[in-house]
């Protein structure tokens, strides 16, 4: 695929946009103004509002300037002294105004545009130009240069005081931005907030993180494009692509990998040998099981459909049933019985994106019996079934093959398996080199096969309880996956009480593991863990420990995880907002729920820790400036990760057209975002183009998900378009359940970590030496806990619940950097209207 340069992406995109609507709007040309050399362009257009009845605009500030009134003289000797920056901006720019001037920044133009003159002396101006077939510069008198002159000296000065004001606490000077009446209404608490901190985070409702961008690019309000919006884009398109791979490779390969294992069961079901014939009738009903389950919808009306032994059929109906109504409990057949044990039928409910279709239903539920219908080396019977099918494994190559293209790709996306595989049975079983009579036969060799599989147990095992019931090294025909965080989320729990004084672990846990700025502070100083269990800084010294040794490029799990560490990157060449406290409680927010949406894409695969361009004619566009959140180390690792996902997908001929042109666009961004982060970092100019890409970026990322979530030969010409529980950013996942032996009945839970509705953020930023208001999206953590005897939540209950609870979930640590305001806020749009695009 030819490469393409983003901006030049972005030009595609903002066409394929105008090809669905209506060209109402109209543009506005760019001059560049010789009474202000420091005001920019903005890529929005024009709407003739001059026979509207308009509000006139009066700038907040002690001087209370009127917009509509300075259509009229202006005192040039006035006393500027007491003025801030957009009062002193507004009039150095008036004379220009009067004669029509389309000035290249966008707040100035959409300032003047409020007024019931502007726009007509604006299109007469234009029209002089184009008769004349030049430029046409503004005149000014000497006492309108030199009150100009005097402004400027005015502005430099308050410049200096950007940050830090005298005789405050706040860290920002908020008289010193420029565009403080973008918002109708500019709430005191937001106000104080973005002094105090230079940024505060506003609760909304928004679907997707990039309608805040939309609208953004609809009021032409300055982005502040977060690291939150990759990451929720990343986690799209992982989940896409899985979905994806899952229901046109891996399901068909699954169904023919049960079926043909059933079948070679069977055959050896007549055997003359009583130990072979018993294990075959057992595995051929185990296979039975997942065969259902990969391709059917619900269970049998009766045994008559199933084809296994007569003694086993009531069994394998049972436990079919089982697996559908998804409640916990007891099996004959996999021998949990009572008082001992229940088995997690629970885990079989669909969720995550295992609700879009009915393959993914069936995939889920057959690839949850192959992962969790355990054989244990405690039962020489079950030891024998896994024996005799690793034997036919051997035997029969193409089944390995079909084992392998599943297994593989797996490994390298979720991890390696942390119970002993098949596949390692099989081959400890070549090289005892019996036959399979002998093998069944003999204590001995069958101890000896016993005892090697618990070493390689004991080796690779890390997700386990101190204290279990029943049996604690298994074999699983395709194990689920270790990830890090599992184990340090157990390690963090009290197993050692009577009654556990911490059953459930929390998500900051992890986070404090990782080594996440903040983290431990909250956990120790405002959550008060320790309090509550005194051991609890030494289970976190002692999780970092289990985790130390993690290989982080092991797969594409690990490395997503450990990308969300470079968010907490510190330097003094960081913006002073990036180097608070509160900051970090910012990337926690982003890091927790971007690790929510991992473990919601590898909810069946991880193993779960138990305790258990518009218009045609008239002036050329402004320009926004934006602002990119200038994390260099983050977007670098983004570029890693989502080139790692498309090797990934390459290496293992899972790749598709879709996948490889999103991957394109999504490394492009991210490559974006980099360069724009250094040049922010080093004090540079962003050009006019990269100005208008960081303005179009929510289009750019609605347009990638859209790709992302359309079906083949499906044309979705807009968000409306999409029906599917993926038109919400709102997802969840259960990561831990506490049913341990010392958790006391009211504490049994499970946890789920999710993301809400998008929010907003404001952030006060320094562009060019002047403090604009930008406003970025943001994700919504959280954590909650429910009874284990509910069923297992899907998107779809969640996204109903936050119906009801829109703020259900989220953690008392995030008040401190939320500006709860009555409703939100909203914007101007006399002042900052539509571009149509």
């Given amino acids: 695929m030819k490469h393409i340069s983003y901006h030049n992406l972005l030009r595609e995109e903002t066409l394929r946009s105008m090809a669905v609507i209506l060209l109402l709007l109209l543009f506005v040309p760019t001059v560049w103004a010789q009474n202000d050399k420091t005001d920019d362009y903005t890529g929005d257009a024009y709407i003739d509002r001059t026979k509207e009845k308009k509000t006139p605009l009066i700038l907040p500030g002690t001087g209370k300037i009127n917009v509509e ?4 003289k202006i005192d040039t000797r006035m006393d500027i002294s007491q003025l801030n920056l957009a009062e002193l901006r507004a009039l150095r720019n008036a004379f220009a105004a009067q004669q029509g001037y389309a000035f290249k920044d966008a707040i100035l133009r959409a300032m003047y545009s409020t007024t019931t003159w502007y726009n007509d002396a604006l299109w007469k101006h234009w029209e002089k130009e184009e008769k004349a077939g030049r430029t046409i510069s503004p005149r000014y008198t000497k006492e309108q240069l030199a009150f100009a002159e005097r402004i400027r000296t005015r502005e430099a000065e308050l410049r200096k005081l950007n940050f830090k004001p005298k005789d405050s606490k706040k860290l920002v000077n908020m008289d010193n931005l420029i565009n403080p009446f973008q918002l109708t209404e500019f709430d005191p ?10 940024f505060a985070i506003v609760p909304a409702e928004h679907n997707q993180l990039f309608h805040v961008y939309e609208k953004n690019d609809y009021a032409d309000f300055p982005n502040f494009v977060t690291t939150d919006l990759f990451l929720q884009l990343f986690h799209l398109y992982f989940d896409c692509v899985l979905r994806d791979v899952e229901e046109k490779h891996l399901d068909s390969l699954m169904i023919v990998f049960s079926s043909q294992m059933g079948a070679e069961m069977k055959t050896l079901v007549s055997s003359q040998n009583a130990e072979v014939k018993a294990a075959a009738e057992y595995d051929q009903a185990w296979f039975a099981v997942a065969s259902w389950l990969f391709s059917h919808d619900k269970a049998p009306a009766s045994t008559a459909a199933l084809n296994v032994p007569e003694a086993y059929k009531k069994m394998v109906m049972e436990e079919i049933a ?15 019985s009572f008082p001992v044990e229940m ?10 994106h295992y609700t879009r279709s009915k393959v993914c239903g069936r995939y889920f539920r057959g690839m949850m019996w192959l992962q969790t219908a355990h054989f244990g080396t405690d039962k020489p019977a079950k030891m024998k079934q896994i024996a005799l099918i690793a034997n036919v494994f051997n035997q029969q190559p193409k089944l390995r093959t079909i084992y392998n293209k599943v297994n593989e790709p797996i490994t390298y996306l979720m991890g390696t398996p942390d119970n002993v595989t098949l596949l390692q049975v099989a081959e400890r079983i070549k090289e005892m080199d019996l036959p399979i009579e002998k093998l069944l036969s003999s204590k001995k060799d069958m101890a000896k096969l016993t005892e090697d599989i618990e070493k390689m147990a004991k080796k690779q095992m890390r997700i386990e309880l101190k204290k279990t019931h029943g049996t604690k090294y298994v074999v699983d025909i395709m194990p689920q996956r270790y990830q890090p965080d599992a184990e340090a989320l157990i390690a963090t729990t009290d197993q050692d009480s009577p009654v556990s ?6 998500g900051l846990d992890w986070m404090a593991v990782m080594g996440l700025q903040g983290a431990e502070r909250i956990l120790m100083d405002e959550l008060k863990e320790a309090q509550k269990w005194s051991d609890f800084p030494k289970a976190l010294a002692d999780a970092r420990k289990k985790t130390a040794d993690t290989q982080w490029d092991a797969c594409m799990a690990n490395q997503w995880m450990y990308s969300l560490q470079t968010l907490d990157e510190t330097s003094e060449t960081m913006p002073y907002f990036m180097q608070t406290p509160q900051w970090q409680k910012k990337n926690l927010n982003t890091a927790l729920a971007s690790w929510a949406e991992l473990k919601h894409d590898a909810i069946l695969y991880a193993k779960q820790p138990m305790l258990a361009e518009c218009g045609s004619g008239g002036p050329e566009a402004p320009v926004v400036k934006g602002y990119v959140e200038p994390n260099v180390k983050f977007w670098e690792k983004a570029i890693a990760l989502v080139t790692r996902m498309d090797k990934v997908l390459t290496t293992y001929g899972l790749q598709t057209e879709k996948a490889k042109n999103v991957y394109e666009r999504i490394k492009d961004m991210a490559e974006f975002c980099r360069d724009i982060s250094k040049k922010e970092l080093a004090g540079e100019k962003n050009s006019e183009q990269e100005y208008f890409d960081i303005e179009n970026i929510g289009s750019t990322v609605e347009n990638i998900s859209l790709e992302l979530v359309s079906e083949d030969n499906q044309m979705l010409q807009g968000w409306s378009d999409v029906v599917s529980t993926d038109k919400k950013v709102a997802v969840v ?6 049913t341990g032996e010392n958790v006391a009945t009211k504490d049994m839970c499970v946890l ?12 006060v930023v320094e562009i060019e030496g002047s403090l604009y208001l930008t406003r970025g999206s943001v994700f919504s953590y959280r954590e909650f806990t429910r009874v284990t005897s509910d069923p297992r939540m899907t998107d779809e209950e969640w996204q109903e619940e936050l119906k009801k609870t829109p703020t259900g979930g989220t953690p008392s640590w995030m008040q401190e950097i939320t ?8 914007d101007d749009e006399e002042t900052f209207y539509s571009s149509g695009c």
């Avoid at 004084?501 to 929390?506: D, E, G, V």
């Fill in 322 to 336: 089982k697996a559908f109504e998804a409640e916990n409990g007891y099996s004959e057949m996999l021998e949990y």
């Fill in 69 to 72: 009134k300075l259509k009229g």
């Fill in 752 to 763: 789920y970590e999710g993301v809400g509705p998008a929010y907003e953020i404001y952030v």
């Fill in 733 to 738: 996942a259960d990561v831990f359940t506490a």
């Fill in 343 to 352: 088995f997690g039928y629970s885990l079989f409910r669909p969720r995550g």
């Fill in 501 to 506: 004084l911490r059953p459930c672990p929390k």
């Fill in 189 to 198: 608490k937001l106000h104080s907030m973005l002094g105090q901190y230079g």
């Fill in 819 to 826: 500006a709860p305001v009555k409703g939100m806020n909203a």
